[in-house]
Protein backbone atom coordinates (compact mmCIF):
# COMPACT_ATOMS: atom_id res chain seq x y z
CA UNK A 1 0.00 0.00 0.00
CA UNK A 2 1.04 3.22 -0.10
CA UNK A 3 3.39 5.30 2.66
CA UNK A 4 4.90 8.42 3.75
CA UNK A 5 8.38 8.52 5.50
CA UNK A 6 9.31 11.35 7.30
CA UNK A 7 12.17 12.30 9.44
CA UNK A 8 11.56 11.74 12.75
CA UNK A 9 11.65 15.73 15.04
CA UNK A 10 12.29 17.76 16.42
CA UNK A 11 13.99 19.78 13.85
CA UNK A 12 15.78 23.01 16.22
CA UNK A 13 16.81 26.18 14.25
CA UNK A 14 17.77 29.60 14.89
CA UNK A 15 16.30 31.95 12.50
CA UNK A 16 17.52 32.98 9.18
CA UNK A 17 18.96 29.11 8.99
CA UNK A 18 18.43 26.72 5.78
CA UNK A 19 15.54 24.00 6.82
CA UNK A 20 15.16 20.32 4.85
CA UNK A 21 12.69 18.37 6.17
CA UNK A 22 13.35 14.79 3.74
CA UNK A 23 10.12 12.71 2.85
CA UNK A 24 10.09 9.77 0.77
CA UNK A 25 7.23 7.43 -0.11
CA UNK A 26 6.14 4.36 -1.64
CA UNK A 27 2.83 4.40 -3.94
CA UNK A 28 2.18 2.77 -7.54
CA UNK A 29 1.54 4.85 -10.24
CA UNK A 30 1.93 8.55 -10.56
CA UNK A 31 0.91 10.01 -7.26
CA UNK A 32 0.27 13.74 -6.39
CA UNK A 33 2.16 14.51 -3.60
CA UNK A 34 1.84 17.38 -0.64
CA UNK A 35 3.56 19.50 2.39
CA UNK A 36 0.79 20.53 4.65
CA UNK A 37 1.51 22.53 8.05
CA UNK A 38 -0.22 22.63 11.14
CA UNK A 39 0.07 25.57 14.09
CA UNK A 40 -0.66 24.73 17.45
CA UNK A 41 -4.47 24.15 18.37
CA UNK A 42 -4.97 24.43 14.64
CA UNK A 43 -5.67 21.92 11.65
CA UNK A 44 -3.91 21.25 8.74
CA UNK A 45 -3.12 23.79 5.90
CA UNK A 46 -1.71 23.15 2.90
CA UNK A 47 1.38 24.30 1.85
CA UNK A 48 2.33 23.36 -1.34
CA UNK A 49 1.75 20.43 -3.69
CA UNK A 50 3.04 18.88 -6.67
CA UNK A 51 1.08 16.84 -9.15
CA UNK A 52 3.67 15.14 -11.68
CA UNK A 53 7.35 14.23 -11.38
CA UNK A 54 9.56 16.93 -11.79
CA UNK A 55 7.64 19.58 -10.81
CA UNK A 56 8.57 22.31 -8.38
CA UNK A 57 5.60 23.48 -5.30
CA UNK A 58 6.41 26.60 -3.78
CA UNK A 59 4.70 28.74 -1.56
CA UNK A 60 5.97 31.00 1.50
CA UNK A 61 9.32 30.56 0.78
CA UNK A 62 8.90 26.42 1.02
CA UNK A 63 9.57 24.85 -1.85
CA UNK A 64 9.85 20.72 -2.38
CA UNK A 65 10.32 18.93 -6.04
CA UNK A 66 8.91 15.52 -7.05
CA UNK A 67 11.73 13.32 -7.98
CA UNK A 68 10.36 9.96 -9.15
CA UNK A 69 13.88 8.68 -9.61
CA UNK A 70 14.40 9.08 -5.89
CA UNK A 71 10.96 8.86 -4.75
CA UNK A 72 11.16 11.77 -2.65
CA UNK A 73 10.03 15.28 -1.94
CA UNK A 74 11.48 17.17 0.61
CA UNK A 75 10.71 20.38 1.91
CA UNK A 76 13.49 23.19 2.11
CA UNK A 77 13.25 26.43 2.79
CA UNK A 78 16.62 28.97 2.53
CA UNK A 79 16.03 31.01 5.87
CA UNK A 80 13.63 30.09 8.86
CA UNK A 81 11.93 32.55 10.73
CA UNK A 82 10.22 32.02 14.44
CA UNK A 83 6.50 32.00 12.59
CA UNK A 84 7.85 28.72 10.73
CA UNK A 85 7.51 26.63 13.98
CA UNK A 86 4.76 24.19 13.51
CA UNK A 87 4.45 20.38 12.45
CA UNK A 88 4.90 19.53 8.86
CA UNK A 89 3.72 16.62 7.22
CA UNK A 90 3.84 14.87 3.92
CA UNK A 91 1.46 13.44 1.93
CA UNK A 92 0.63 11.67 -1.26
CA UNK A 93 -2.58 11.21 -2.82
CA UNK A 94 -1.89 8.09 -5.19
CA UNK A 95 -3.37 8.32 -8.79
CA UNK A 96 -6.01 5.39 -8.57
CA UNK A 97 -8.63 7.30 -8.65
CA UNK A 98 -9.43 7.66 -4.56
CA UNK A 99 -9.02 11.54 -2.88
CA UNK A 100 -7.88 9.60 0.13
CA UNK A 101 -4.32 11.46 1.03
CA UNK A 102 -1.61 9.35 2.99
CA UNK A 103 0.47 10.75 5.64
CA UNK A 104 3.57 11.12 7.00
CA UNK A 105 3.91 10.99 11.21
CA UNK A 106 4.59 14.50 11.05
CA UNK A 107 8.07 16.76 11.23
CA UNK A 108 7.89 19.43 14.40
CA UNK A 109 10.34 22.31 13.51
CA UNK A 110 11.37 24.73 16.52
CA UNK A 111 12.84 28.60 15.19
CA UNK A 112 14.70 30.04 17.95
CA UNK A 113 14.83 33.33 17.77
CA UNK B 1 -16.34 31.66 0.86
CA UNK B 2 -16.30 30.15 4.14
CA UNK B 3 -13.88 27.13 4.68
CA UNK B 4 -14.48 23.69 6.13
CA UNK B 5 -16.37 23.86 9.16
CA UNK B 6 -16.32 21.64 11.93
CA UNK B 7 -18.23 21.42 15.66
CA UNK B 8 -17.89 21.71 18.71
CA UNK B 9 -14.43 22.67 18.83
CA UNK B 10 -13.91 20.91 21.75
CA UNK B 11 -15.45 18.28 23.53
CA UNK B 12 -15.29 16.31 26.86
CA UNK B 13 -16.75 13.01 27.26
CA UNK B 14 -16.96 10.02 29.54
CA UNK B 15 -16.21 6.17 28.68
CA UNK B 16 -19.40 4.62 27.36
CA UNK B 17 -20.83 7.18 25.45
CA UNK B 18 -21.59 8.10 22.12
CA UNK B 19 -20.73 11.45 20.45
CA UNK B 20 -21.35 13.11 17.72
CA UNK B 21 -19.38 15.45 15.51
CA UNK B 22 -20.52 17.70 12.76
CA UNK B 23 -18.35 18.84 9.26
CA UNK B 24 -19.61 21.44 6.69
CA UNK B 25 -17.94 21.33 3.65
CA UNK B 26 -16.62 24.25 1.46
CA UNK B 27 -19.44 24.94 -0.96
CA UNK B 28 -19.11 23.03 -4.04
CA UNK B 29 -17.02 20.12 -2.52
CA UNK B 30 -18.96 16.73 -2.61
CA UNK B 31 -16.43 14.86 -1.15
CA UNK B 32 -15.97 15.01 2.77
CA UNK B 33 -13.30 13.21 4.27
CA UNK B 34 -12.44 11.97 8.24
CA UNK B 35 -9.33 11.74 10.15
CA UNK B 36 -8.41 11.22 13.77
CA UNK B 37 -5.20 12.42 14.43
CA UNK B 38 -3.67 11.61 17.88
CA UNK B 39 -1.02 13.62 19.36
CA UNK B 40 2.63 13.34 17.76
CA UNK B 41 0.51 11.22 15.08
CA UNK B 42 -0.33 12.16 11.55
CA UNK B 43 -3.90 12.00 10.89
CA UNK B 44 -4.95 8.76 10.09
CA UNK B 45 -8.05 7.88 7.41
CA UNK B 46 -11.09 6.97 9.01
CA UNK B 47 -13.97 7.36 6.13
CA UNK B 48 -14.71 9.14 3.03
CA UNK B 49 -18.04 9.90 1.37
CA UNK B 50 -19.09 11.27 -1.95
CA UNK B 51 -22.47 12.06 -2.80
CA UNK B 52 -23.69 10.57 0.21
CA UNK B 53 -22.50 7.39 -0.72
CA UNK B 54 -19.06 5.64 1.31
CA UNK B 55 -16.53 5.70 -0.95
CA UNK B 56 -13.53 4.51 1.67
CA UNK B 57 -13.17 3.05 4.76
CA UNK B 58 -10.02 3.00 7.40
CA UNK B 59 -8.79 0.41 9.80
CA UNK B 60 -11.10 1.18 12.77
CA UNK B 61 -13.83 -0.73 14.78
CA UNK B 62 -17.63 -0.63 14.37
CA UNK B 63 -18.00 1.59 16.96
CA UNK B 64 -17.21 4.44 14.26
CA UNK B 65 -19.66 5.25 11.38
CA UNK B 66 -20.36 8.25 9.85
CA UNK B 67 -23.07 9.73 7.12
CA UNK B 68 -23.34 12.52 4.50
CA UNK B 69 -26.56 14.63 4.24
CA UNK B 70 -28.14 16.38 0.75
CA UNK B 71 -26.37 19.04 1.62
CA UNK B 72 -23.26 17.31 1.57
CA UNK B 73 -22.49 18.11 5.27
CA UNK B 74 -21.20 14.85 7.07
CA UNK B 75 -21.66 13.61 10.67
CA UNK B 76 -18.66 11.52 12.60
CA UNK B 77 -20.74 9.23 15.08
CA UNK B 78 -18.53 7.09 17.69
CA UNK B 79 -20.20 5.01 20.59
CA UNK B 80 -19.08 3.47 23.49
CA UNK B 81 -15.92 6.04 23.67
CA UNK B 82 -12.84 4.75 24.89
CA UNK B 83 -10.02 7.11 26.44
CA UNK B 84 -7.81 5.86 23.59
CA UNK B 85 -10.79 7.47 20.99
CA UNK B 86 -9.51 11.15 22.81
CA UNK B 87 -7.66 12.96 19.51
CA UNK B 88 -8.46 15.90 17.00
CA UNK B 89 -10.74 14.82 14.54
CA UNK B 90 -10.40 16.25 11.03
CA UNK B 91 -12.66 17.05 8.57
CA UNK B 92 -11.48 18.01 4.64
CA UNK B 93 -13.49 18.45 1.93
CA UNK B 94 -12.41 18.30 -2.02
CA UNK B 95 -13.69 18.35 -5.32
CA UNK B 96 -13.52 15.82 -8.22
CA UNK B 97 -11.64 18.18 -9.91
CA UNK B 98 -9.16 19.02 -7.61
CA UNK B 99 -6.14 17.15 -6.22
CA UNK B 100 -6.11 18.63 -2.76
CA UNK B 101 -8.03 17.97 0.47
CA UNK B 102 -9.18 21.31 2.49
CA UNK B 103 -9.25 20.91 6.48
CA UNK B 104 -11.30 22.45 8.81
CA UNK B 105 -9.55 23.35 12.27
CA UNK B 106 -10.81 20.39 14.14
CA UNK B 107 -12.97 19.11 16.93
CA UNK B 108 -11.09 18.02 20.03
CA UNK B 109 -12.26 15.14 21.59
CA UNK B 110 -10.75 14.43 25.39
CA UNK B 111 -12.85 10.74 26.81
CA UNK B 112 -11.94 11.27 30.57
Known amino acids: GDSVTQMEGPVTLSEEAFLTINCTYT??????LFWYVQYPGEGLQLLLK?????DKGSNKGFEATYRKETTSFHLEKGSVQVSDSAVYFC????????????FGRGTSLIVHP | DAGVTQSPTHLIKTRGQHVTLRCSPI?????VSWYQQVLGQGPQFIFQYYEKEERGRGNFPDRFSARQFPNYSSELNVNALLLGDSALYLCASSSPSNTEAFFGQGTRLTVV
Open chain 1, 91 to 102: ALRSSGGSYIPT
Open chain 1, 27 to 32: ATGYPS
Open chain 2, 27 to 31: SGHKS
Open chain 1, 50 to 54: ATKAD
